[in-house]
Protein backbone atom coordinates (compact mmCIF):
# COMPACT_ATOMS: atom_id res chain seq x y z
CA UNK A 1 0.00 0.00 0.00
CA UNK A 2 1.15 3.58 -0.92
CA UNK A 3 2.73 5.03 2.37
CA UNK A 4 1.13 8.62 1.46
CA UNK A 5 -1.77 7.02 0.56
CA UNK A 6 -2.90 4.81 3.78
CA UNK A 7 -1.74 7.90 5.95
CA UNK A 8 -4.26 9.90 4.04
CA UNK A 9 -6.73 7.21 4.71
CA UNK A 10 -5.76 6.97 8.36
CA UNK A 11 -6.44 10.82 8.41
CA UNK A 12 -9.77 10.38 6.68
CA UNK A 13 -10.96 7.32 9.29
CA UNK A 14 -9.62 9.64 12.12
CA UNK A 15 -11.37 12.48 11.03
CA UNK A 16 -14.68 10.89 10.36
CA UNK A 17 -14.68 9.05 14.07
CA UNK A 18 -14.22 12.26 14.96
CA UNK A 19 -16.95 13.83 13.45
CA UNK A 20 -19.23 11.08 14.58
CA UNK A 21 -18.91 11.70 18.22
CA UNK A 22 -19.21 15.20 17.86
CA UNK A 23 -22.40 14.25 16.54
CA UNK A 24 -23.17 11.93 19.11
CA UNK A 25 -22.78 14.61 21.70
CA UNK A 26 -24.49 17.21 20.45
CA UNK A 27 -27.62 18.84 22.19
CA UNK A 28 -30.67 17.67 21.52
CA UNK A 29 -31.77 20.99 20.46
CA UNK A 30 -29.58 21.81 18.14
CA UNK A 31 -30.47 19.02 15.97
CA UNK A 32 -34.02 20.04 16.11
CA UNK A 33 -35.42 17.47 18.58
CA UNK A 34 -39.78 17.22 19.39
CA UNK A 35 -40.84 21.05 20.04
CA UNK A 36 -37.52 22.38 19.30
CA UNK A 37 -37.76 25.66 17.01
CA UNK A 38 -34.27 26.79 15.37
CA UNK A 39 -33.21 30.24 16.31
CA UNK A 40 -34.67 31.80 13.25
CA UNK A 41 -38.35 30.74 14.65
CA UNK A 42 -38.20 31.96 17.82
CA UNK A 43 -39.36 35.63 18.20
CA UNK A 44 -38.04 38.28 21.06
CA UNK A 45 -38.97 40.80 23.03
CA UNK A 46 -38.62 42.92 25.68
CA UNK A 47 -40.21 44.59 28.79
CA UNK A 48 -41.01 48.52 29.38
CA UNK A 49 -42.42 48.96 32.92
CA UNK A 50 -41.22 46.24 35.10
CA UNK A 51 -43.08 47.43 38.19
CA UNK A 52 -46.03 45.31 39.46
CA UNK A 53 -47.95 44.49 36.73
CA UNK A 54 -44.65 44.76 34.55
CA UNK A 55 -42.84 42.08 36.71
CA UNK A 56 -46.16 39.86 35.47
CA UNK A 57 -44.97 40.58 31.79
CA UNK A 58 -41.38 39.48 32.84
CA UNK A 59 -42.25 36.21 34.14
CA UNK A 60 -45.27 34.76 32.69
CA UNK A 61 -46.52 36.79 30.02
CA UNK A 62 -45.56 35.31 26.26
CA UNK A 63 -42.88 33.71 27.23
CA UNK A 64 -43.08 31.74 24.09
CA UNK A 65 -40.82 34.44 22.81
CA UNK A 66 -37.50 35.30 24.06
CA UNK A 67 -36.63 37.91 26.61
CA UNK A 68 -33.90 39.91 25.43
CA UNK A 69 -34.42 43.21 26.98
CA UNK A 70 -36.35 45.22 30.03
CA UNK A 71 -36.62 48.47 30.82
CA UNK A 72 -37.92 50.58 34.03
CA UNK A 73 -36.89 54.46 35.48
CA UNK A 74 -36.92 52.67 39.03
CA UNK A 75 -33.74 50.88 39.51
CA UNK A 76 -34.89 48.58 42.03
CA UNK A 77 -37.24 47.62 39.79
CA UNK A 78 -35.26 47.60 36.74
CA UNK A 79 -32.54 44.86 38.82
CA UNK A 80 -35.62 42.42 39.73
CA UNK A 81 -36.22 42.92 36.39
CA UNK A 82 -32.90 41.76 34.94
CA UNK A 83 -32.54 39.04 37.47
CA UNK A 84 -35.20 37.39 36.95
CA UNK A 85 -34.87 37.88 32.82
CA UNK A 86 -31.96 35.47 32.73
CA UNK A 87 -28.28 35.80 31.20
CA UNK A 88 -29.50 37.03 27.73
CA UNK A 89 -31.65 40.14 29.75
CA UNK A 90 -29.99 43.56 29.34
CA UNK A 91 -31.17 46.17 31.66
CA UNK A 92 -32.06 49.99 30.07
CA UNK A 93 -33.16 52.97 32.06
CA UNK A 94 -34.71 54.85 28.75
CA UNK A 95 -37.32 53.08 26.82
CA UNK A 96 -35.46 54.33 23.52
CA UNK A 97 -32.71 52.68 23.93
CA UNK A 98 -34.45 49.51 23.74
CA UNK A 99 -35.99 50.57 20.67
CA UNK A 100 -32.86 51.21 18.28
CA UNK A 101 -32.29 47.32 19.12
CA UNK A 102 -32.94 45.83 15.59
CA UNK A 103 -32.60 42.03 17.59
CA UNK A 104 -36.21 42.80 19.09
CA UNK A 105 -39.37 41.69 17.70
CA UNK A 106 -42.27 42.57 20.34
CA UNK A 107 -42.60 45.23 22.65
CA UNK A 108 -44.89 45.41 26.10
CA UNK A 109 -45.58 48.21 27.37
CA UNK A 110 -47.08 47.46 31.08
CA UNK A 111 -46.05 51.09 32.05
CA UNK A 112 -49.01 53.68 33.48
CA UNK A 113 -51.35 54.39 30.96
CA UNK A 114 -49.85 57.86 30.16
CA UNK A 115 -47.13 56.45 29.02
CA UNK A 116 -49.11 53.32 26.21
CA UNK A 117 -49.32 55.71 23.60
CA UNK A 118 -46.07 57.32 23.06
CA UNK A 119 -44.35 54.19 23.53
CA UNK A 120 -46.71 52.18 21.41
CA UNK A 121 -45.91 54.85 18.92
CA UNK A 122 -42.49 54.75 18.70
CA UNK A 123 -42.23 51.03 19.01
CA UNK A 124 -44.73 51.01 15.66
CA UNK A 125 -41.99 53.47 14.18
CA UNK A 126 -38.94 51.48 15.24
CA UNK A 127 -40.59 48.07 13.90
CA UNK A 128 -41.40 46.28 16.80
CA UNK A 129 -45.31 44.27 17.53
CA UNK A 130 -46.81 45.38 20.37
CA UNK A 131 -48.40 43.90 23.48
CA UNK A 132 -49.66 47.02 25.29
CA UNK A 133 -51.55 47.15 28.90
CA UNK A 134 -54.84 47.85 29.61
CA UNK A 135 -56.54 51.15 29.04
CA UNK A 136 -55.43 51.26 25.77
CA UNK A 137 -55.05 55.05 26.18
CA UNK A 138 -55.60 57.62 28.90
CA UNK A 139 -57.19 59.99 25.91
CA UNK A 140 -59.55 59.33 23.13
CA UNK A 141 -56.94 61.51 20.75
CA UNK A 142 -53.73 59.34 22.12
CA UNK A 143 -56.11 56.04 21.02
CA UNK A 144 -56.24 57.61 17.15
CA UNK A 145 -52.70 58.33 16.84
CA UNK A 146 -52.09 54.84 18.03
CA UNK A 147 -54.06 53.28 15.68
CA UNK A 148 -53.17 55.87 12.80
CA UNK A 149 -49.55 54.57 13.55
CA UNK A 150 -50.06 51.12 14.13
CA UNK A 151 -51.07 50.66 10.64
CA UNK A 152 -48.96 52.75 8.83
CA UNK A 153 -46.38 50.59 10.29
CA UNK A 154 -48.05 47.40 9.59
CA UNK A 155 -47.52 46.15 13.07
CA UNK A 156 -49.45 44.25 15.21
CA UNK A 157 -51.46 44.88 18.33
CA UNK A 158 -52.96 43.62 21.42
CA UNK A 159 -54.41 44.21 24.70
CA UNK A 160 -53.87 42.85 27.31
CA UNK A 161 -56.91 41.27 28.31
CA UNK A 162 -59.04 38.81 27.14
CA UNK A 163 -62.59 37.91 28.23
CA UNK A 164 -63.68 38.97 24.59
CA UNK A 165 -62.04 35.61 23.72
CA UNK A 166 -61.11 33.09 26.67
CA UNK A 167 -61.84 32.82 30.28
CA UNK A 168 -65.53 32.93 32.12
CA UNK A 169 -66.17 36.21 32.32
CA UNK A 170 -66.77 37.59 35.90
CA UNK A 171 -70.05 37.37 37.08
CA UNK A 172 -71.38 35.37 33.99
CA UNK A 173 -69.16 31.95 35.03
CA UNK A 174 -68.67 31.23 31.45
CA UNK A 175 -67.13 32.89 27.97
CA UNK A 176 -68.78 35.40 26.57
CA UNK A 177 -69.15 33.21 23.19
CA UNK A 178 -72.81 32.09 23.83
CA UNK A 179 -73.89 35.31 25.54
CA UNK A 180 -72.75 37.07 22.11
CA UNK A 181 -74.15 34.71 20.23
CA UNK A 182 -77.80 34.79 21.98
CA UNK A 183 -77.14 38.90 20.96
CA UNK A 184 -76.12 38.57 16.99
CA UNK A 185 -79.01 36.14 16.52
CA UNK A 186 -81.59 38.40 17.47
CA UNK A 187 -82.62 35.82 21.55
CA UNK A 188 -82.94 38.83 23.33
CA UNK A 189 -83.94 41.75 20.83
CA UNK A 190 -83.12 45.58 20.82
CA UNK A 191 -82.37 48.14 22.27
CA UNK A 192 -80.22 46.75 24.76
CA UNK A 193 -79.35 47.21 28.30
CA UNK A 194 -76.28 46.16 30.36
CA UNK A 195 -75.48 46.72 33.84
CA UNK A 196 -72.22 46.54 35.24
CA UNK A 197 -72.54 46.23 39.39
CA UNK A 198 -71.76 44.39 41.94
CA UNK A 199 -74.79 41.72 41.79
CA UNK A 200 -74.34 41.56 37.98
CA UNK A 201 -70.44 40.25 39.58
CA UNK A 202 -68.60 43.79 38.60
CA UNK A 203 -66.88 45.54 41.08
CA UNK A 204 -65.65 48.98 40.00
CA UNK A 205 -62.40 49.25 42.78
CA UNK A 206 -63.40 53.17 44.25
CA UNK A 207 -60.33 51.99 46.07
CA UNK A 208 -58.47 52.98 43.43
CA UNK A 209 -59.53 56.80 44.42
CA UNK A 210 -56.52 59.76 44.76
CA UNK A 211 -55.46 61.71 47.96
CA UNK A 212 -56.12 65.50 47.70
CA UNK A 213 -53.60 66.15 50.56
CA UNK A 214 -50.74 65.08 49.52
CA UNK A 215 -47.74 67.01 50.33
CA UNK A 216 -44.18 67.17 48.63
CA UNK A 217 -41.51 64.69 49.76
CA UNK A 218 -38.13 64.09 48.65
CA UNK A 219 -37.80 62.22 45.81
CA UNK A 220 -35.97 58.04 46.50
CA UNK A 221 -32.72 58.09 44.73
CA UNK A 222 -33.61 54.59 42.88
CA UNK A 223 -36.16 56.91 41.09
CA UNK A 224 -35.92 58.71 38.32
CA UNK A 225 -38.97 61.05 38.68
CA UNK A 226 -39.05 63.03 35.84
CA UNK A 227 -39.03 60.14 33.14
CA UNK A 228 -41.46 58.48 34.98
CA UNK A 229 -44.13 61.70 34.80
CA UNK A 230 -42.79 61.88 31.12
CA UNK A 231 -45.36 63.62 29.10
CA UNK A 232 -47.76 64.36 31.95
CA UNK A 233 -47.51 67.63 34.31
CA UNK A 234 -45.36 68.25 36.73
CA UNK A 235 -46.04 67.84 39.85
CA UNK A 236 -45.06 67.58 42.92
CA UNK A 237 -43.73 64.15 43.88
CA UNK A 238 -45.72 61.81 46.42
CA UNK A 239 -45.53 58.20 47.00
CA UNK A 240 -48.89 57.91 46.50
CA UNK A 241 -48.81 58.99 43.22
CA UNK A 242 -46.31 56.98 41.37
CA UNK A 243 -46.11 52.79 41.30
CA UNK A 244 -49.16 50.86 42.74
CA UNK A 245 -51.49 53.66 43.26
CA UNK A 246 -51.28 56.28 39.99
CA UNK A 247 -54.27 55.08 39.20
CA UNK A 248 -55.85 57.57 41.80
CA UNK A 249 -54.63 60.68 39.08
CA UNK A 250 -56.20 61.53 36.41
CA UNK A 251 -52.68 62.23 35.12
CA UNK A 252 -51.96 59.07 34.49
CA UNK A 253 -55.14 56.82 34.48
CA UNK A 254 -58.76 56.74 35.92
CA UNK A 255 -59.46 55.17 39.26
CA UNK A 256 -61.49 51.99 39.00
CA UNK A 257 -62.47 52.83 35.39
CA UNK A 258 -59.27 53.09 34.47
CA UNK A 259 -58.23 49.94 36.00
CA UNK A 260 -61.12 47.62 35.47
CA UNK A 261 -62.84 49.50 32.44
CA UNK A 262 -61.44 47.36 29.24
CA UNK A 263 -61.81 44.12 30.93
CA UNK A 264 -65.57 44.81 31.65
CA UNK A 265 -66.46 46.99 28.54
CA UNK A 266 -64.28 45.52 25.64
CA UNK A 267 -66.29 41.98 25.81
CA UNK A 268 -69.55 43.61 26.30
CA UNK A 269 -69.22 46.14 23.36
CA UNK A 270 -68.24 42.81 20.89
CA UNK A 271 -71.24 40.66 22.85
CA UNK A 272 -73.59 44.08 21.58
CA UNK A 273 -71.82 43.92 18.41
CA UNK A 274 -70.72 47.21 18.65
CA UNK A 275 -66.94 47.11 17.61
CA UNK A 276 -67.17 49.98 15.13
CA UNK A 277 -70.03 52.34 17.25
CA UNK A 278 -69.59 54.85 20.15
CA UNK A 279 -72.37 55.64 22.55
CA UNK A 280 -73.70 59.36 21.38
CA UNK A 281 -75.28 60.11 25.12
CA UNK A 282 -73.12 60.50 28.10
CA UNK A 283 -74.37 61.19 31.99
CA UNK A 284 -72.67 60.33 35.14
CA UNK A 285 -74.24 60.99 39.02
CA UNK A 286 -71.00 61.15 40.88
CA UNK A 287 -69.58 63.68 43.58
CA UNK A 288 -67.90 66.31 42.41
CA UNK A 289 -64.33 65.41 41.24
CA UNK A 290 -61.14 67.14 41.91
CA UNK A 291 -59.06 68.37 39.02
CA UNK A 292 -56.14 65.94 40.62
CA UNK A 293 -57.17 63.08 42.60
CA UNK A 294 -59.81 60.58 40.67
CA UNK A 295 -62.88 60.38 42.87
CA UNK A 296 -66.11 57.50 43.07
CA UNK A 297 -69.51 57.68 40.87
CA UNK A 298 -72.69 56.74 41.62
CA UNK A 299 -74.03 55.82 38.12
CA UNK A 300 -72.60 56.67 33.89
CA UNK A 301 -74.57 55.62 31.56
CA UNK A 302 -73.65 55.39 27.67
CA UNK A 303 -76.47 55.33 25.29
CA UNK A 304 -75.98 54.14 21.49
CA UNK A 305 -77.71 55.45 18.32
CA UNK A 306 -80.02 52.89 18.79
CA UNK A 307 -80.92 53.11 21.86
CA UNK A 308 -78.95 50.70 23.89
CA UNK A 309 -77.46 51.48 27.15
CA UNK A 310 -74.41 50.74 29.23
CA UNK A 311 -74.91 51.14 32.80
CA UNK A 312 -71.98 51.43 35.18
CA UNK A 313 -73.75 51.06 38.64
CA UNK A 314 -71.18 51.85 41.22
CA UNK A 315 -73.59 52.01 44.08
CA UNK A 316 -75.28 48.83 43.03
CA UNK A 317 -78.64 50.56 42.91
CA UNK A 318 -80.33 47.90 40.97
CA UNK A 319 -79.70 44.96 42.88
CA UNK A 320 -82.17 43.09 40.93
CA UNK A 321 -80.68 44.21 37.83
CA UNK A 322 -79.94 41.75 34.40
CA UNK A 323 -76.19 41.88 32.89
CA UNK A 324 -77.63 41.97 29.62
CA UNK A 325 -81.42 42.41 28.66
CA UNK A 326 -83.68 43.33 25.35
CA UNK A 327 -87.55 43.41 24.45
CA UNK A 328 -87.40 39.75 24.48
CA UNK A 329 -85.25 38.31 27.44
CA UNK A 330 -82.64 38.77 29.74
CA UNK A 331 -79.59 37.14 31.09
CA UNK A 332 -79.08 37.50 34.54
CA UNK A 333 -75.49 36.96 36.72
CA UNK A 334 -74.59 32.97 37.10
CA UNK A 335 -76.13 32.55 32.89
CA UNK A 336 -79.45 32.53 34.39
CA UNK A 337 -82.69 33.20 31.70
CA UNK A 338 -86.46 33.69 31.36
CA UNK A 339 -85.49 32.46 27.69
CA UNK A 340 -87.03 29.00 27.09
CA UNK A 341 -84.59 26.44 26.29
CA UNK A 342 -81.85 28.92 26.12
CA UNK A 343 -78.70 26.28 26.48
CA UNK A 344 -80.19 24.47 23.52
CA UNK A 345 -80.94 27.27 21.20
CA UNK A 346 -77.65 28.68 21.58
CA UNK A 347 -75.97 25.52 21.09
CA UNK A 348 -77.90 24.82 17.67
CA UNK A 349 -76.76 28.66 16.72
CA UNK A 350 -73.82 29.81 14.45
CA UNK A 351 -70.58 30.62 15.99
CA UNK A 352 -69.29 34.18 15.47
CA UNK A 353 -66.74 34.62 13.17
CA UNK A 354 -63.22 33.31 14.31
CA UNK A 355 -60.51 35.13 15.62
CA UNK A 356 -56.85 34.92 15.73
CA UNK A 357 -56.30 34.25 19.34
CA UNK A 358 -52.68 33.11 19.69
CA UNK A 359 -50.25 36.25 19.26
CA UNK A 360 -47.50 34.77 18.65
CA UNK A 361 -49.36 33.21 14.94
CA UNK A 362 -50.78 37.14 14.48
CA UNK A 363 -47.20 37.96 14.41
CA UNK A 364 -46.10 35.57 12.17
CA UNK A 365 -49.08 35.67 10.03
CA UNK A 366 -49.43 39.26 9.98
CA UNK A 367 -53.07 38.98 10.88
CA UNK A 368 -54.57 41.06 12.93
CA UNK A 369 -55.14 40.09 16.97
CA UNK A 370 -58.76 39.15 17.90
CA UNK A 371 -58.31 42.64 20.45
CA UNK A 372 -56.44 45.00 18.12
CA UNK A 373 -55.58 48.99 17.88
CA UNK A 374 -59.33 49.19 16.23
CA UNK A 375 -61.86 47.64 18.71
CA UNK A 376 -59.33 47.96 21.46
CA UNK A 377 -59.34 52.01 20.85
CA UNK A 378 -63.18 51.91 20.62
CA UNK A 379 -63.42 49.99 23.90
CA UNK A 380 -61.37 52.24 25.60
CA UNK A 381 -63.58 55.24 24.01
CA UNK A 382 -66.04 53.54 26.48
CA UNK A 383 -63.42 54.22 29.46
CA UNK A 384 -62.63 58.01 28.31
CA UNK A 385 -66.06 58.87 27.41
CA UNK A 386 -67.01 57.64 30.88
CA UNK A 387 -63.62 59.64 32.39
CA UNK A 388 -64.98 63.09 30.86
CA UNK A 389 -68.57 62.78 31.68
CA UNK A 390 -67.11 62.73 35.38
CA UNK A 391 -64.74 65.13 34.99
CA UNK A 392 -67.26 67.99 33.31
CA UNK A 393 -70.22 67.20 35.34
CA UNK A 394 -72.96 67.33 33.02
CA UNK A 395 -74.41 65.69 30.39
CA UNK A 396 -72.68 65.14 27.00
CA UNK A 397 -73.59 64.46 23.37
CA UNK A 398 -71.05 62.48 20.97
CA UNK A 399 -70.68 62.55 17.79
CA UNK A 400 -69.34 58.87 17.08
CA UNK A 401 -67.62 59.65 13.23
CA UNK A 402 -65.69 62.59 14.26
CA UNK A 403 -65.21 61.07 18.06
CA UNK A 404 -65.44 64.58 19.09
CA UNK A 405 -68.12 66.06 21.20
CA UNK A 406 -70.94 68.44 19.68
CA UNK A 407 -70.71 72.13 20.44
CA UNK A 408 -68.80 71.44 23.80
CA UNK A 409 -65.39 73.06 23.83
CA UNK A 410 -64.54 72.00 27.59
CA UNK A 411 -65.55 68.45 26.90
CA UNK A 412 -63.28 68.66 23.37
CA UNK A 413 -60.14 69.84 25.85
CA UNK A 414 -60.04 66.60 27.83
CA UNK A 415 -59.71 64.60 24.15
CA UNK A 416 -56.18 65.95 23.40
CA UNK A 417 -54.18 67.25 26.57
CA UNK A 418 -51.40 69.08 25.83
CA UNK A 419 -47.91 66.75 26.81
CA UNK A 420 -44.96 68.43 29.54
CA UNK A 421 -41.13 68.34 28.28
CA UNK A 422 -41.29 68.30 24.16
CA UNK A 423 -43.05 64.70 24.42
CA UNK A 424 -45.39 64.56 21.70
CA UNK A 425 -47.27 61.70 19.85
CA UNK A 426 -45.71 62.02 16.39
Known amino acids: MNYRHALNRRTFLKSSIASMATVAIVPR ?17 AVIGTGGMGMGHVKS ?56 AIISIAAAKAG ?35 FRFKDSFYGMGVPVKDIRKAVMHDLLGRPLKVTLNASTGFDWKFYWIGRTNLKREIV ?3 L ?36 MGQHYLDPVQYIMGKDNESPIEIESDAPKQDSDAVGTFRYIRL ?3 DGSEIILDGEDRDKGAAFIEGPKGRIMKGMKTNIPNFEKRVKELADPEPMVTDFVQAVKTRNPFALNEVNGHR ?4 INLAKIALQTGRPLHFDPKKQRFIDDPRANSYISQPMRDNWKLS
Open 224 to 259: DYNLWLGPAPEKPYHPHRVHGTFRGYWDYDGGGLGD
Open 379 to 382: SCTL
Open 220 to 222: PAQ
Open 29 to 45: YVLGGPGHKPPSEILTR
Open 128 to 162: KDIWCEKPMTRTIAEGEAVVAAVQKYKRIFRLNTW
Open 303 to 305: KYA
Open 61 to 116: INTECKLLAVCDVDSVHLADAVKEGGPDCKGYHDFREVLERKDIDIVHIPTPPHWH
